[in-house]
């Protein structure tokens, strides 16, 4: 039996399995869902729950800090 691996909400930072939650990954400039959760790159996750997305929305800084950004 292998277990999946956690990751981290980057909106509400609840802890959860990695097909729980999206992935974003930075390609060519802009960040990108991943559904596949395959894309090569740097990968930062977050959850599917509505308080999380209006957050998450709201503050388009989250990804920028996530992805090191300037």
Known sequence: MTREPIRTCISCN?????????????????????????????????CDKKECKERFKANGKRLKRVFRLT
């Open 14 to 46: 609840r802890k959860g399995a990695k097909s729980e939650l999206i992935r974003y990954v930075w390609y060519n400039g802009s960040a990108l869902t991943d559904p596949s959760q395959k894309l090569a790159g740097r990968g930062a996750y977050h």
